[in-house]
């Protein structure tokens, strides 16, 4: 479907280049545009928890965020209407490097949407990175936020599982202000919960259920602070999640759902990124996660499980070399409620585990910039998980579907890579 569908488009391309220019044709408005980041890497994960597999030292090929799309902007009367439509590309056959178990699916949807924008601003409607996903970006220097070196993992994450912030939001609508005073301005977006199902009988109230899983209504605001050659940008973020996914809610501590019509969460960020003069930059980072569900046999039992998480960055350009570090640093969880009382043993959550849920990641990266579209890299990078803590890279983790158990509870995860980026 993936296919057929980036067939059609680029189809569409060629006829609106071949098209009349008149008033009513994109002919000469759309453009065709991508990115090939490929490296070579060499990564293992020892010290997981006993009885459990080892990864050892294993080298691939990682396909880090490729993409390939086609967008166009067309000047109307009182403003412009703009388009998008975008894929991920796999360029290492293993579905993001995920291992025997993954599809070989050459494509996947990236943001794409459609919009109209004029003096006061821009609306877009489709599948966006809104505000919180957006700055995500903005935690690290890496080119597209990519490679396992980047230090998305304890920085969007919850103890290693991704409860939605960090991801493309399906159905939504976005805002995005003019430029106001001094460089400042800010994003609203808004995601339906279109795929939720109530109703009574076989959809059972509600519709959150295994069979029915929720989908979650989502908004998010974003606040920017860029202003005309200034020392410091200002970044911020704030995301709420309501009926979220209760598969990814429960893993996070091995406690069972009770409710899964009652999952609520909050992601709140903070970046600040400055220019330092004569190629130094740095960066420091915040983020808070906050996440109340039903726990335990009973349906009224309320609980909470929260992380907060920090990371300092510096960059270095010398000529056409640039020279990157990051450490980052993410709290032991603090479960409360139900959350606590309905533990056990072997969960996250109980009292004799959740100390050991703390974990830090260092990442080293060079880079030489050929052109502002061409670059060739170097990193290197480690996570040190707490004794009950499961982190892993972001975008190829070392953990895969060809290994057993579905977490590395503590886990040291260590890659480093060389490759090439190159944009069109």
């Given at each position: 479907m993936n296919k057929t569908i980036l067939a059609a488009a680029?189809?569409?391309?060629?006829?609106?280049?071949?098209?009349?220019?008149?008033?009513?044709?994109?002919?000469?408005?759309?453009?065709?545009?991508?990115?090939?980041?490929?490296?070579?890497?060499q990564v293992r994960s020892v010290n997981q928890a006993p009885g459990t597999p080892q990864i050892n030292s294993r080298t691939r090929v990682s396909s880090n965020n490729s993409l390939l799309g086609i967008k166009g902007e067309k000047e109307l009367l009182d403003g412009a209407a703009f388009f998008q439509l975008e894929y991920g590309v796999i360029y290492d056959g293993q579905g993001n490097g995920t291992g025997a178990g993954s599809s070989n699916n050459l494509l996947s949807v990236r943001d794409s949407f459609v919009g109209f924008k004029n003096k006061y601003g821009a609306l877009q409607a489709g599948v966006l990175?809104?505000?919180?996903?957006?700055?995500?970006?903005?935690?690290?220097?890496?080119?597209?936020?990519?490679?396992?070196?980047?230090?998305?993992?304890?920085?969007?994450?919850?103890?290693?599982?991704?409860?939605?912030?960090?991801?493309?939001?399906?159905?939504?609508?976005?805002?995005?202000?003019?430029?106001?005073?001094?460089?400042?301005?800010?994003?609203?977006?808004?995601?339906?919960?279109?795929?939720?199902?109530?109703?009574?009988g076989t959809f059972?109230?509600?519709g959150c259920t295994s069979n029915y899983p929720c989908s979650p209504n989502v908004?998010?605001?974003?606040l920017y602070w860029e202003p005309a050659n200034a020392v410091m940008n200002l970044y911020v973020a704030s995301e709420r999640r309501?009926?979220?996914?209760?598969?990814?809610?429960?893993?996070?501590s091995d406690v069972a759902i009770s409710n899964p019509n009652k999952n609520d969460g909050r992601d709140s960020r903070v970046v600040a990124r400055f220019d330092f003069g004569d190629g130094w930059r740095g960066l420091v980072g915040a983020d808070r996660i906050d996440i109340n569900a039903k726990y335990g046999a009973r349906t009224g039992d309320s609980?909470?499980?929260?992380?907060s998480a920090s990371t300092l960055g510096i960059s270095k350009l010398l000529g056409k070399h640039e020279f990157s570090a990051y450490v980052s640093q993410s709290s032991a969880l603090s479960c409360g409620g139900a959350a606590a009382s309905s533990a056990g043993g072997t969960s996250v959550c109980a009292s004799s585990n959740v100390k050991g849920t703390d974990a830090s990641?260092?990442?080293?990266?060079?880079?030489?910039?050929?052109?502002?579209?061409?670059?060739?890299?170097?990193?290197?990078?480690t996570i040190q998980n707490g004794s009950w803590a499961s982190y892993d890279f972001d975008v190829n983790p070392t953990l895969n579907a060809a290994f057993t158990p579905s977490t590395q509870r503590g886990a040291n995860p260590v890659g480093f890579g060389v490759g090439a980026r190159f944009a069109f």
């Open positions: 680029l189809g569409l391309l060629t006829c609106a280049a071949q098209a009349e220019t008149s008033g009513n044709s994109w002919a000469g408005l759309v453009n065709l545009y991508g990115v090939a980041d490929v490296t070579l890497e990175s809104l505000p919180m996903r957006q700055i995500s970006g903005m935690l690290n220097y890496n080119p597209g936020s990519t490679s396992i070196s980047n230090n998305i993992p304890l920085m969007a994450t919850v103890n290693g599982v991704n409860v939605g912030f960090h991801a493309r939001t399906n159905n939504a609508v976005m805002y995005t202000s003019p430029t106001l005073l001094e460089g400042l301005k800010f994003q609203v977006g808004y995601a339906a919960n279109e795929g939720l199902v109530s109703g009574p059972n109230t509600g908004s998010s605001l974003g309501k009926d979220m996914a209760s598969s990814a809610v429960a893993s996070i609980g909470s499980i929260s992380r990641q260092q990442s080293l990266i060079w880079r030489y910039w050929h052109d502002p579209q061409t670059v060739l890299q170097a990193y290197v990078t």
